[in-house]
Structures are given as structure tokens and as C-alpha cells.
């Protein structure tokens, strides 16, 4: 525990609050105390005595992975449903579900765990907007992203995880001021993106409020400014410049977000060897599958704040537990920081006399500069968290049912997902027009919400009619929901896939053998082919099974005899493609002969094709941005 108690803005005071972890990579206040992520396992710490030391110390969740400690657990964060929210890389969870790479959510106690969506690659950023957008950051050229979907939601219609999560950057480049970077791939771009929180106060200039986004990427020493700007149902990002960046070798930014005062707390890892891994030539791997370096700092790190010298001082410089007016007084404040704290206090403390509070707030009709009414968005799940909400309670149920037709989209939005899953729910927002929102993130929150409903012959016609909607039919997370919801209430289920087998080149009448199969996969964790070359012969059919065995996402080209060089600057380009990654990396030219598309870990895809007539040596890639140069091998065709 840091403390300034001094007043002159520099902590002066420190006290160990808990020690003796395994690498903690977050940490969240719930319940009265903390939870840390630890993996394997997460941590719930409590004070009891006032001593500001940890008394209670309960493992209330196992089985996070640690095969490799820069892929765990991490980005804590307690969301506005009253669960806690976080990120995973490719070391995975193996508990009640299995999962790798994306964000979850569980209840404050550790239980109920649910994988939102999958992600390409290592995830380490999180943010909520002030509207409950959802939005990430992953390594590997992705440094934003929304969440549209939740994986639950897809699974009804066969479709995989990794289709409820979107990249939505607009940009490659970082924006440096020193050419002195160490990256293995996504060469100057973002290949450790850390953190995606919001400016969600008041005491910047206007254009950040709810909008801009601080993504962190140690490799560049960027705290990067993501602006995100709506794009009917979801978003996009675009950029906006650097609020941080630094020539300081062992500056490395990887986490900011807003802190009570309005200002943007950044956490500075402060290492000179900023790399995991691959491993570099002569070094081996130790624990956490860091490769062993000497250099490695394990003892400091660094805090600063980001302030606007024009700002005015923050009202708010505590809230007491056990007042509720003191709490009522956070809800309304214009720092999200503020709002979530008293709605997570109003929840653990269950006081249901707070509710009239609370109705006043939801009742309340104005909006600010940008149209938020975020209090009354925080005091509906603050009812549903205390439970007012389960349909029981006439007055909080007739209260959440008049703010369907709040002005704030956002509070309408709140509404319609803390309501009951019923026949009455379904009618009021039928009746309130919401499967018609005129903006179109609340109308995918509807549509989605009626999948939740009792099946209904009334809403399938109206949701059939609107399938029919040009705003609707031109967007994609909409196009979604609707299936999802028209399969709830009259279409029929679709059957979920399970994992990914895909076959290319091959007609469905085609049910001949090959000539030859060849079975490839890569190096875990070593961006390399297990494969280094094979041979097969001119004229022949041959069937490549590529499974990735590896923790992120790989293709495989075949390649124009001597054509690797060319195809793999063409490939390194594709990065600054906004649409490179819907591309699958794939350059479009002759050099490039046959080729799978990215494919998820754990999955296979099956490629067929004629071999070449000409004998000779055919270079074999993956063509994701920077791999191609170690990820790479040969095809030898004979007679």
C-alpha cells in the first residue's frame, strides 16, 4: 500500500498489505477485500482488523495455466453486472470449462466462470466504457477490439468463440521517439499491446470523455491514445497519437487508467529486458518459459500520473461504506472511477433501503454534453445486483421498465439487460421499440436479450421484419443477433460445430484418397515448422493436414520456386492493412501458389492440391507479419 500522507502528491508511506505470491499479474477490490491473480490460483485478501494487513487469505479459484507466465491470467476488473471481468492468454484456464486466450467473467465469490470470447493471441488489456461497451487489447497486431457478442450467445448457432470478439484497428504504426525497440514480430507496430481503458471522467478536454483509449505497448515505450468512434452496432478505432512515450531503454508502460482524482494512473514495468520469449540464440528457458537473462529487473517498477494542468480539483476524496448517502453521493459523481466504486459497495453491503435513492437517480431524464446519464446506468445494475430486480419487487421492476424510453441510449441499454428473463420483460421492450432502437449498440443489446426471453410467435414476426432492415442487414454484430434470437423463437437450433476442421481445394463430391498426406504442425512456442522440408511428385494430388499445436493463430503458404523473399515483404505490409487480418495475411499475387487461412489454436485445417508440374524447390511460409523469416520451410518436387 502506497500512501501520501503529505499531501505534496508522492506516495511517502509504504505498508505490505500481503506477500509470498507467484507472480500476481492483477488485482481487483471485491467483498470487502482483493482478489489476485496468482496462477494457478486466485487470491481473495481481507483486512478484518483495521491493521492494513491481509488477516483472510482464501484461494477461491485454481487451475489457470503456467506453462508460460507471460500468457496467465491478468486485467481484473469488476464490471458493471457485478462480476469480475479479466483477460487470459494462451496458458489458458482448465477448470469447469477450458479455455484459451480471450476474456471471462466469474462471480465475486470465484464461482460461475464463463469465457466471454477468444482472442487471436496473448490478451492483456481490458476496458469498459461508461456506456458497458466492451473493448480489449491482444499482442500481436491487435492492439483494439470490441466485444459484440458473448461467446454463450454464438455457441446456439454453431459458431466459434473467436467470432465474438472483433479487431477494430485502424492503424499499424506506433509512434516512437527512439529507434532503439527489441520486437520479434509485428516489426514497429503493436506487438504487446497491455490495457484498453477509457477516459471515463471529466476533468480532460472534452474530446476524450468516453472516447479515447489508453493502449500501452512496452516494446515502443507508447502509452498510445486509441480513439474510438462508433460504427453502427460497434466501433472503430483510429488514431489518435501518444499520451506517453519515452526514449528510455527501460520504459515499458503496461497499464493506464483513470484514478480519483481524474487524472490517468500508469504503471510503469520499468525493464530493460522488455522480451519473454522466443528465446534468443544461446539462451535457454526457465520457469514461466521466460527465456534466462541476467539483466531481468525483478525488483522495481514505477507509478506516475498524467495530469491536466488545467483540471479542477476532484470533489469526491472518499466514500464511507456505511452511509448510504455518502454512497448515493459516488453514484452521481462524473468519475466512472466514483460510480463503480459506490455501486460495488452498495451491492456487497445488500441494503435494500437504499432502492428509493436509487429510483430517483434511473428516474432522473437529463444527459450530459455526450448524452450519458451514466448515475442511472450504475443505480439500474446497482438494483440488479442487490437483487430488486428478479421480479419480485413492483416498484424496482416498474422503474427499470420506464427507462426503456430514457433519452440516454446507454441507460436504455442498462435497462433492457437488468430486466428479468420473461414474458412481461419481453413485452415492455417490445412496447418501448427497442428491437428498433434508433441507435443501433442498444438495439443489439435488445435483440440479444430477447434470445434470453420466452419464445414468442409476436417477436420472431418482428424480428423477421427486421432482418429486412437495410441499417440491419449492412451490420455485422446485428446480422448476429438476429440469428441468435430468431433460432430462440421459432427457426429452430442450429448444431454447434465443436472444433474447427476445415478442407479447401476439394469438392464435396471428392471423396478420393490423395497420392500423398503430409502432416505438418509447429513448434510450440518457437514461431518454426516442426517440418523443416518434404518431398512429393510432380503431377500429384497432395493433402496437407496443418494442426496448430501452438498457443496463437499460424497459416501455411506454398510458395513460387525462389518467390519467399518477395512474398514476405508483401506479407509484412499487410500488417499496416487495416483489413490484413480478414485478409488472413495472404498476399494477393501469382508468387503465392496455395495457402490455408489463419487457423485457430488447437484446430486443423486440411489443404489439397495439384503439385506443380516443374520440379524444383517450393519455399512453404507462415505469412503472419514478421514469421515468415524463422516460420519457413521447403517443398522439394521430384519426378
Known sequence: MCEDTDGDGKADKFTIFADKFNIPTSIVFANGGVIIAQAPDFIFLKDTDGDDKADIREKIMGNWGTYDTHAGPSSLTYGFDNKI?????????HGSVKFNQGAYRFDVGGKNIEFMGATSN????????????????????????????????????????????????????????????RQVDVFNGFTAAAGHHLYTARNFPKRYWNKIAFVNEPTGRVVHEAVLERKG???A???????VASAD???????????????????????????????????????????????????????????????????????????????ITGLKSDNMFWRMTAQRLIVENGDPSIAEPLYAIISNKTTDEIGINAPAIHALWALHGLGL????????????????????????????QVLPDNSESLTAMQKAGLLNDADLNTRLAAILKSADMPASAETEKELQAASGLSQNIGDRWIQGALKIALVKHGTGAVKPTGKETVVTEKKASDTSKPDQLIRINPIVNAMKFEQKSFTVRAGSTVEIEFTNTDFMQHNLLILQKGSMEKVGSAADKMAQDPKGAEKQYVPDMAEVLFHTPMVNPEATFKLRFKVPDLTGDYPYICSFPGHWRIMNGVMKVIK
Open 233 to 235: 452496432s460497434g466501433f
Open 85 to 93: 471481468w479479466g483477460t487470459v492468454g494462451y496458458s489458458g484456464y
Open 122 to 181: 496473448n490478451t492483456w488489456g481490458l476496458g469498459f466504457s461508461e456506456n458497458n461497451d466492451v473493448f480489449l487489447s491482444t499482442a500481436n497486431n491487435t492492439h483494439s477490439a470490441f466485444l459484440g457478442i458473448p461467446a454463450s450467445y454464438l455457441s446456439a448457432i454453431g459458431e466459434p468463440a473467436d467470432r465474438a470478439i472483433d479487431k477494430i484497428d485502424g492503424h499499424y504504426a506506433m509512434h516512437v521517439v527512439t529507434k532503439n525497440l
Open 389 to 416: 430486480l428478479d421480479g419480485t419487487h413492483a416498484d424496482a421492476l416498474k422503474v427499470a421498465i420506464a427507462a426503456l424510453s430514457h433519452p440516454s441510449a446507454g441507460v436504455r441499454k442498462a435497462a433492457l
Open 249 to 327: 531503454e527501460w520504459f515499458g508502460p503496461v497499464q493506464s487508467e483513470v484514478g480519483p482524482d481524474g487524472a490517468v494512473w500508469m504503471l510503469d514495468w520499468y525493464n530493460f529486458i522488455i522480451q519473454h520469449n522466443p528465446t534468443p540464440q544461446g539462451f535457454e528457458n526457465g520457469k514461466g518459459n521466460a527465456y534466462i537473462n541476467p539483466l531481468r529487473d525483478q525488483t522495481h517498477g514505477r507509478i506516475y500520473r498524467v495530469v491536466y494542468k488545467n483540471a479542477g480539483p476532484q470533489q469526491i476524496k472518499s466514500l464511507d461504506r456505511k452511509n448510504n448517502a455518502s454512497l
Open 237 to 243: 478505432e483510429k488514431d489518435g497519437w501518444n499520451l
